[in-house]
T-cell receptor
Framework: DADVTQTPRNRITKTGKRIMLECSQTKGHDRMYWYRQDPGLGLRLIYY???????NKGEISDGYSVSRQAQAKFSLSLESAIPNQTALYFCATSDVAGAGGRFEQFFGPGTRLTVL | AQKVTQAQTEISVVEKEDVTLDCVYETRDTTYYLFWYKQPPSGELVFLIRRNSFDEQNEISGRYSWNFQKSTSSFNFTITASQVVDSAVYFCALSEPMDSNYQLIWGAGTKLIIKP
C-alpha cells in the first residue's frame, strides 16, 4: 500500500463550490505539506504543518484552508473554488529536520482538480 | 533570498546519449541540502537524491550521477546512456535550516524527452 495517499485523484467542480482534498500517510512523519503544480511553474507551497497544533501558510495560501485532523491526516479545502485554482495538487510528508533527521519529502500521487 | 534555477526548460536527446540537467542555487546559509526529484508522465513525484552542503563527493547510482560543486553553487544531474523510461520532468530543490526552516525551494523543472 502507498505510504501517502490522496483522495480524490481527480475532481471536476464548478466555480463557487466548496472542495476538500484529503491526504493520509502511514510513514509516521510529523510534517505534512500541500503544494499545487501548474505547468511551467514547478511546485508552490500552499500550507504546511509541523505537527497537529502547528499550521503555517505557504507561498500561496489565499483561497485555501487546511485542517490537520491527526498526525496522519491533513486536508486542504477550497471554500469557494475558482477557475484559476485548476491545478495538480500534491500532499507530501517529511520527517523531523535536524540532528540527522531525514527530511526529504515524500509525495502522494496527486489530485487533478478542474474548476469550471 | 534562496533560489533554485533550472535554466533548461526542455531537453530532447536520442536514446543512449548522455544528458546533463543543470541546477544552480543561491543561499546565504553554510548548511543546506539539495535534492533531485523525478516526475514521470504518470505524474507522481519520486525522490532521487539528497546531498548536504558538507559533502561534495559526487554520487553515482547506476546510470545516474550527481556533481555537486559549491564553488559554482551547482548540483548537476547526469544520466548516462539514456533510455526512453528516463523521459520525465526533473526538479532540483534546496532546503535550508535558517531562512526556510527546512522548507523545500523548488526549481521550475526540466522536461527531459528521450527519443527512441
Amino acid at each position: 500500500d502507498a505510504d501517502v495517499t490522496q483522495t480524490p485523484r481527480n475532481r471536476i467542480t464548478k466555480t463557487g463550490k466548496r472542495i476538500m482534498l484529503e491526504c493520509s500517510q502511514t510513514k509516521g512523519h510529523d510534517r505534512m505539506y500541500w503544494y499545487r503544480q501548474d505547468p511551467g511553474l514547478g511546485l508552490r507551497l500552499i500550507y504546511y504543518s509541523f505537527d497537529v497544533k502547528d499550521i503555517n501558510k505557504g507561498e500561496i495560501s489565499d483561497g485555501y484552508s487546511v485542517s490537520r485532523q491527526a498526525q496522519a491526516k491533513f486536508s486542504l479545502s477550497l471554500e469557494s473554488a475558482i477557475p484559476n485554482q485548476t491545478a495538480l495538487y500534491f500532499c507530501a510528508t517529511s520527517d523531523v529536520a535536524g540532528a540527522g533527521g531525514r527530511f526529504e519529502q515524500f509525495f502522494g500521487p496527486g489530485t487533478r482538480l478542474t474548476v469550471l | 533570498a534562496q533560489k533554485v534555477t533550472q535554466a533548461q526548460t526542455e531537453i530532447s536527446v536520442v536514446e543512449k546519449e548522455d544528458v546533463t540537467l543543470d541546477c544552480v542555487y543561491e543561499t546565504r546559509d553554510t548548511t543546506y541540502y539539495l535534492f533531485w526529484y523525478k516526475q514521470p508522465p504518470s505524474g507522481e513525484l519520486v525522490f532521487l537524491i539528497r546531498r548536504n552542503s558538507f559533502d561534495e563527493q559526487n554520487e553515482i547510482s547506476g546510470r545516474y550521477s550527481w556533481n555537486f560543486q559549491k564553488s559554482t553553487s551547482s548540483f548537476n544531474f547526469t544520466i548516462t546512456a539514456s533510455q526512453v523510461v528516463d523521459s520525465a520532468v526533473y526538479f532540483c530543490a534546496l532546503s535550508e535550516p535558517m531562512d526556510s526552516n527546512y522548507q523545500l525551494i523548488w526549481g521550475a523543472g526540466t522536461k527531459l524527452i528521450i527519443k527512441p
